[in-house]
């Protein structure tokens, strides 16, 4: 169960497109299309932005998309917005019945 | 809207024990897996446990198993997480949470977390 590849950190400026990467193996998330992606602010309980690799939950807004291309999904944040600092998880189904998390990004907007 | 309040969050020495729950509402419990998810101060996010609608199948991580156990009371709405053997590592914020739709898909709905600590 080794935790998902995710870069610490990474910024931008308002207005511009931002991608966070996730990369695992042929075990999850090359293996099913149960990708997920969470936003969390300080203190606060993570939020659902992404589920089943590019679906959006209602009311999640779609400057996040997501997508998938072999053992690597990513995040993108388009339009970025000062309330879009946070950090971001991805996380994967691995087909042991077991769901694994990535180590997390930390978004700067500059 | 979907309710999830965590309770039993603490104190407890090394080697000791503690059951923590989560009261869900607004929804229909009976129905849906749940999941435990866990955060040791400062770090990431690491899923710890899932149990199914019936409470017949339940699943962890191997930093848990043999020392967690996963239960439900669907009569009472209510999710639990009895913890033994706990180590200093297992301190952290324990969430619980309801998938969107399938047992594995993304996690919707989150409590507002229970801190554990475990310290002598």
């Known amino acids: 169960q080794s935790a998902l590849t995710q870069p610490a950190s990474v910024s931008g400026s308002p207005g511009q497109s931002i991608t966070i990467s996730c990369t695992g193996t042929?075990?999850?998330?090359?293996?099913?299309?149960?990708v997920s992606w969470y936003q969390q602010h300080p203190g606060k309980a993570p939020k659902l932005l992404i589920f089943?690799?590019?679906n959006r939950p209602s009311g999640v807004s779609n400057r996040f998309s997501g997508s998938k291309s072999g053992n690597t999904a990513s995040l993108t944040i388009s339009g970025l917005q000062a309330e879009d600092e946070a950090d971001y998880y991805c996380?994967?189904?691995?087909?042991?019945?077991?769901?694994?998390f990535g180590g997390g990004t930390k978004l700067t907007v500059l | 809207d979907v309710q999830l309040v965590e309770s039993g969050g603490g104190l407890v020495q090394p080697g000791g024990s503690l059951k923590i729950s989560c009261a869900a509402s607004?929804?229909?419990?009976?129905?849906?897996?749940m999941t435990w998810v866990r955060q040791a101060p400062g770090k990431g996010l690491e899923w710890v446990s899932s149990?199914?609608?019936?409470?017949?199948?339940?699943y962890y991580a191997d930093s848990v198993k043999g020392r967690f156990t996963i239960s439900r009371d669907n009569s009472k709405n209510t999710l639990y997480l009895q913890m033994n053997s706990l180590r200093a590592e297992d301190t952290a914020v324990y969430y619980c949470?309801?998938?969107?739709?399938?047992?594995?898909?993304?996690?919707?709905?989150w409590g507002q977390g229970t801190l554990v600590t475990v310290s002598s």
């Open positions: 949470a309801k998938a969107y739709d399938f047992f594995w898909s993304g996690l919707a709905f």
């Open positions: 607004e929804f229909t419990f009976r129905s849906y897996a």
């Open positions: 149990i199914s609608d019936s409470g017949g199948s339940a």
């Open positions: 042929s075990s999850d998330v090359g293996g099913y299309n149960y």
């Open positions: 089943a690799v590019r």
């Open positions: 996380s994967s189904y691995t087909g042991s019945n077991t769901r694994v």
